[in-house]
């Protein structure tokens, strides 16, 4: 997610602007230039992917991994060859409840001590990510804190530097 030894995250104006109810307070919490870097923020944080056909929800403090639960559809798409979107979006929403619990059983928290929410906003299939980026908007609207939209490829550009269950910049 681009998170590093002092939590820096990078976020587009754009995703304060697509989170409708929720911009308001997000902008509060993260101001409103054009690309607000959150520096030396550390913080709970619970990451949603849903770009494709895995469900997957981790929670990381302070840039070290807590917990990371990824349910695979591969065996639902197999035998068509390839990602069926509906189907895809119909097992996201079958998965992401039992995936975010497990994921904050394993990490010994709760829901209510999150401080941030992030998930995929794009790219990817549009139907499925609808489902972990709206299931984030809602759990950081509930919680009153802010909501961090990721762009899939960008997140993938910062795997590299997440060794060991930790996220850094050495």
């Not at 904050?104 to 499925?128: H, K």
């Not at 609207?141 to 939209?149: D, E, I, Q, T, W």
Request: with cysteine; glycine share 8%.
């Amino acid at each position: 997610l681009g998170m590093g030894e002092d939590d820096i995250n990078v976020h587009d104006e754009w995703a304060v602007e697509s989170m409708g109810p929720i911009a308001d307070r997000t902008r509060e919490h993260l101001g409103t230039s054009d690309k607000v870097i959150m520096a030396n923020r550390r913080m709970l944080l619970a990451a949603i992917e849903s770009s494709c056909d895995e469900t997957s929800v981790a929670v990381v403090r302070d840039g070290a991994i807590l917990s990371s639960v990824v349910s695979s559809q591969i065996k639902l798409h197999a035998e068509y060859g390839g990602v069926v979107p509906e189907l895809a979006t119909r097992e996201h929403l079958r998965n992401f409840l039992p995936v975010a619990r497990e994921a904050s059983q394993r990490a010994g928290t709760e829901s209510s001590a999150l401080e941030a929410v992030a998930a995929t906003q794009g790219p990817g299939l549009p139907p499925a990510l609808v489902i972990g980026f709206q299931a984030g908007q809602a759990l950081a609207y509930s919680l009153g804190v802010p909501f961090l939209g990721v762009n899939h490829h960008e997140a993938h550009l910062y795997s590299p530097w997440i060794r060991e269950n930790r996220a850094g910049f050495e």
